[in-house]
């Protein structure tokens, strides 16, 4: 089974500043879809961006983008002009192409300071 | 609006007890997912089911039971044998198409009298 890592339980950036929150995963397939979601107190969880294994192209979303790295396995999301909002739990999920499962990191609270 | 309704948003069981938590969908979505969430541990899977009347074991699924007898439900049953079952539990559905995320409900908190 695939696994995803979020190495950085809590993390917490300035109003107005920018954030990277980190994910690594372990697969041996090429092609894979991979995903950020988000999870504020009221614990629903928001899709925020996904990016495909096959395009080089980094995915944006607003003030949302990530850096995709292929070769080392990494998918690490920028949170730019972070604003008090965006205080919640992160989530990296990574779907196979082989099937439906999806699988979770553990997540990084992020903690916006006004 | 299509969406996923989990019910009831809050939930007590006691001792002994079985309990159902319910999860309709209304996405027409032909994969239906429910996960665990404890704190500092994410989210686990329990059981998915990818069409009617088939469904698979996650990685926590004992003491768990599902059915799927209608695409657009997939209820869950904290059965007697789930020593520890308090606990956030998460209801998604996706479609069946690689490229497309999971949708969440709003999910159902589970505690112990």
């Known amino acids: 089974a695939q696994t995803v890592t979020q190495s950085q339980p809590e993390m917490s950036v300035q109003e107005a500043e920018t954030v990277t929150l980190s994910c690594t995963y372990d697969?041996?397939?090429?092609?894979?879809?991979l995903f950020w979601y988000k999870q504020p107190p009221s614990r629903q969880m928001i899709l925020v961006i996904r990016?495909?294994?096959?395009?080089?192209q980094n995915a944006t979303e607003n003030r949302f983008s990530v850096n995709f790295q292929k070769a080392a396995k990494s998918f690490s999301l920028k949170i730019s002009d972070s604003q008090l909002g965006d205080a919640a739990m992160y989530f990296c999920?990574?779907?196979?192409?082989?099937?439906?499962?999806?699988?979770f990191g553990t997540g990084t609270s992020l903690t916006v300071i006004p | 609006d299509g969406g996923i309704t989990q019910s009831p948003k809050y939930l007590f069981r006691k001792e002994g007890q079985n309990v159902t938590l319910s999860c309709e969908q209304n996405?027409?979505?032909?994969?239906m997912y429910w996960y665990r969430q404890d704190p500092g541990q994410g989210l686990r899977l329990i059981y998915y089911?990818?069409?009617?009347?088939?469904?698979q074991k996650g990685d926590i699924a004992e003491g768990y039971s599902v059915s799927r007898e209608k695409k657009e439900s997939f209820p869950l049953t904290v059965t007697s044998a789930q020593k520890n079952p308090t606990a956030f539990y998460l209801c998604a559905s996706s479609r069946d198409r690689v490229n497309q995320p999971q949708h969440f409900g709003d999910g159902t908190r589970l505690s112990i009298l």
């Open positions: 996405l027409n979505h032909d994969a």
């Open positions: 990016q495909e294994a096959y395009k080089q």
């Open positions: 697969t041996s397939e090429s092609d894979y879809y």
């Open positions: 999920a990574y779907r196979s192409m082989a099937g439906n499962q999806f699988y």
């Open positions: 089911s990818q069409i009617v009347n088939d469904f």
